[in-house]
Nanobody
Framework: QVQLVESGGGLVQAGGSLRLSCAASGRALSAYTMGWFRQAPGKERDFVAAINWSDSNTYYVKGRFTISRDNAKNTVYLQMNSLKPEDTAVYYC??????????????????WGQGTQVTVST
């Protein structure tokens, strides 16, 4: 069982930055891949980035975003720069076994946080 709690969302002007945090708890976290997804109203949940606890491999869709982790704090971060209004969405942290397929698919993730709202104004 893995528990995930996101924080760091809020309102920011276009061109600004935000850093989201995902605090993870549970057993054997090193066996998981951590992902960030986002979902805008009326749209599907889209993959943003992923990182493994156990190695330095990272995976991105958005070039303006950087995923990182702090193993000592069991926390994964998503640094978002040069934000645009189209980045407005609820951002979710998720976890799945490292051995799973298709890390970009929400269906491959077993555990989800409650989400944090990011709103980018013009």
């Amino acid at each position: 069982q893995v528990q995930l709690v996101e924080s760091g969302g809020g309102l920011v002007q276009a061109g600004g930055s935000l850093r989201l945090s995902c605090a993870a708890s549970g057993r054997a976290l090193s066996a998981y891949t951590m992902g960030w997804f986002r979902q805008a109203p009326g749209k599907e949940r889209d993959f943003v980035a992923a990182i493994n606890w156990s190695d330095s491999n990272t995976y991105y869709v958005k070039g303006r975003f950087t995923i990182s982790r702090d193993n000592a704090k069991n926390t994964v971060y998503l640094q978002m720069n040069s934000l645009k209004p189209e980045d407005t969405a609820v951002y979710y942290c998720a976890a799945r076994p490292v051995s799973g397929r298709n890390r970009a698919s929400p269906e491959s993730y077993n555990y989800w946080g409650q989400g944090t709202q990011v709103t980018v104004s013009t």
